[in-house]
């Protein structure tokens, strides 16, 4: 992805939506929230300085340096409960770049030093919030049978494209090798490829097999159930 082109103008502009979503903006805090800003406004090609960077956009330096600040230990556990209340998922790195401040003050030595204690301060459990996040061999097989019972795509083009946590944990040698492997642990037949080539497929994996047998034993189970 092409780093972003910075003009005096698109530099203005971004002060002042900073300033309208109410960032601090004091020159401590820009560095650690928005360090390309920062360093592009006071390069000799711009501004030459963050106080001309700031006046240029029509704000008083002054006012912001005074600015009072945002963050304690408090209003980072209030927050961080809120978002919770509300189902967010605090471990989605989307959420951490929704909420970069926030994220970022929780994670700064004077407060909590990580986002994990954060968390824990709030009084939240952040070893099972890390559960759902890691793909077991377990949690795979079950997404994708869930996937294939609601008639959603399955081949690999649409996974990697669309689900790319779980297309890279399944292809990795730990868990089932490939994508394809993966389909076939749990029992789905491949899904035709719709575009592209697909990745190079490696040797069936032990755990592949163990579910492929797992599974088949419990279906000749089922079926002397059914005959009794």
Request: charge should be positive; charged fraction near 30%.
């Amino acid at each position: 992805m092409p780093e972003r082109v910075w003009t005096r103008e698109k530099l203005i502009q971004t002060i002042r939506e900073l300033h309208e979503q109410g960032v601090d903006l004091s020159p401590t805090a820009i560095q650690q929230t928005h360090s390309a800003l920062f360093a592009s406004a006071r390069s000799r090609s711009h501004f030459g300085s963050w106080r001309t960077a700031i006046e240029a956009a029509g704000l008083s330096y002054d006012g912001i340096k005074r600015l009072k600040q945002r963050w304690s230990h408090d209003e980072i556990v209030r927050q961080i409960r809120e978002h919770h209340a509300k189902g967010s998922d605090l471990l989605d790195p989307k959420f951490k770049i929704k909420n970069r401040n926030l994220y970022l003050a929780a994670c700064a030595h004077r407060y909590f030093g990580s986002w994990r204690r954060a968390i824990h301060a709030a009084g939240l459990d952040h070893e099972s919030m890390r559960e759902d996040h890691i793909w077991t061999r377990r949690r795979i097989l079950d997404t994708i049978q869930d996937m294939s019972q609601r008639g959603e795509p399955l081949n690999w083009a649409h996974i990697e494209e669309h689900c790319p946590g779980i297309y890279r944990a399944a292809r990795r040698r730990e868990n089932f090798g490939s994508w394809h492997h993966a389909l076939m642990a749990a029992g789905i037949p491949p899904s035709p490829v719709r575009r592209g080539r697909p990745p190079k497929e490696r040797p069936l994996p032990a755990a592949v097999i163990e579910a492929m047998q797992a599974r088949a034993a419990g279906t000749a189970s089922n079926a002397k159930s059914r005959k009794k």
